[in-house]
């Protein structure tokens, strides 16, 4: 079992949606939960992070956090095609190495 | 602002040649610095990391290898490229000594091609 696991997509949803981006994690150890979004051919660019459970909120961004059932999310609220790009999970626990996720490809359609 | 540069950009390489890429950060001291190999469908693999100038460690064992000559100065090298090095080569930093080192600052990356 893969310490972090996120789908990979494609989810597509039409302009204006709400979008769940989601992954589920192993390690109990994990306490910060940061949310990457990466454009094609392009670095990732640190979006949100979390410290342990509960929500944060940043524009039309929530970063949600459940460590009880060891799930994370992302909402992106009335979303844009210039939302359209990969988004990555990330977690760390002791050590300051983070564990990412696949990453989940995101198409917003006009 | 900190700011983070990576170049080459593009790099196409025959097999066997050597390979020297190089990372640079502006804008902040004693940052913690990161390579990492994305392939297409793999997602980010850890490949160095460094708290500390001369200070390497490896996640990876394979014919890469990386040095810190200077505070924020990454360099990502090898002898004789594989055709299996291909990928797009991200370089990231941390800050260091704050407790903040879970954020990551990733550079636009090295795309290279091994032919």
């Known amino acids: 079992q893969k310490e972090v696991e996120q789908d990979p997509g494609p989810l597509s949803v039409p302009e204006g949606a709400i979008v769940s981006l989601n992954c589920t994690y192993s390690?109990?150890?994990?306490?910060?939960f940061m949310w990457y979004r990466q454009y094609s051919r392009k670095g990732p660019e640190l979006l949100m992070y979390t410290y342990s459970s509960g929500n944060k909120e940043d524009g039309r961004f929530t970063a949600q956090v459940d460590k009880s059932s060891k799930y994370i999310s992302l909402f992106i609220r009335d979303s844009q095609p210039s939302d359209s790009a990969t988004y990555l999970c990330a977690m760390v626990g002791g050590s300051y190495i983070p564990t990412f996720g696949r990453g989940t490809s995101l198409i917003v359609h006009p | 602002s900190q700011t983070i540069h990576q170049w080459p950009a593009t790099l196409v390489q025959p097999v066997g040649s050597p390979l020297s890429l190089e990372c640079t950060v502006e804008?902040?001291?004693?940052?913690?610095l990161y390579w990492y190999r994305q392939a297409a469908g793999r997602g980010l693999q850890l490949l160095f990391y460094s708290v500390g100038i001369g200070q390497i460690s490896s996640e990876v064992p394979q014919n890469l290898s990386a040095s810190r000559p200077q505070d924020r100065q990454f360099i990502l090298s090898s002898k004789k490229l594989l055709l299996s090095d291909s990928g797009f080569y991200l370089c990231?930093?941390?800050?260091?000594?704050?407790?903040?080192?879970?954020?990551?600052?990733f550079g636009p990356g090295t795309r290279l091609t091994v032919t």
């Open positions: 390690n109990s150890a994990f306490q910060y």
């Open positions: 990231a930093w941390s800050p260091g000594r704050t407790g903040r080192s879970y954020e990551q600052y």
């Open positions: 804008g902040t001291s004693n940052p913690n």
